[in-house]
Nanobody, 123 residues
Framework: QVQLVESGGGLVQAGASLRLSCAAS????????MGWFRQTPGKEREFVAA????????NYADSVKGRFTISRDNAKNTLALRMNSLKPEDTAVYYC????????????????WGQGTQVTVSS
């Protein structure tokens, strides 16, 4: 049974930092590209960042580039998203996802999803 479990969300003020984590089980983690997506009520889920299965390649949405950093630890089967200089518009439920293959910005190309963790940034 595949499980992706996000943690680390919370309520912070604008300008603060948060670190999200995603613990994976039931998959050969090192064989999957991993991604972070986010969603707000009434909007489609949007791409945030993705990292290749060996961690050598990462790409970011323009809205978070320079502020967020995606990383992974294949020995611990964990994915992380370091979020700095948070803005109110970063408020969303953040999801991690796994994709057999290379990175993708398309949520439809991901095979497994977590349940999400809420991030709320107050102004």
């Amino acid at each position: 049974q595949v499980q992706l479990v996000e943690s680390g969300g919370g309520l912070v003020q604008a300008g603060a930092s948060l670190r999200l984590s995603c613990a994976a089980s039931g998959i050969t983690f090192s064989s999957y590209a991993m991604g972070w997506f986010r969603q707000t009520p009434g909007k489609e889920r949007e791409f945030v960042a993705a990292i290749s299965w060996v961690g050598g390649f990462a790409n970011y949405a323009d809205s978070v580039k320079g502020r967020f950093t995606i990383s992974r630890d294949n020995a611990k089967n964990t994915l992380a998203l370091r979020m700095n200089s948070l803005k109110p518009e970063d408020t969303a439920v953040y999801y991690c996802a796994a994709r057999a293959g290379g990175t993708s910005r398309n949520m439809g190309e991901y095979d497994y999803w977590g349940q999400g963790t809420q991030v709320t940034v107050s102004s």
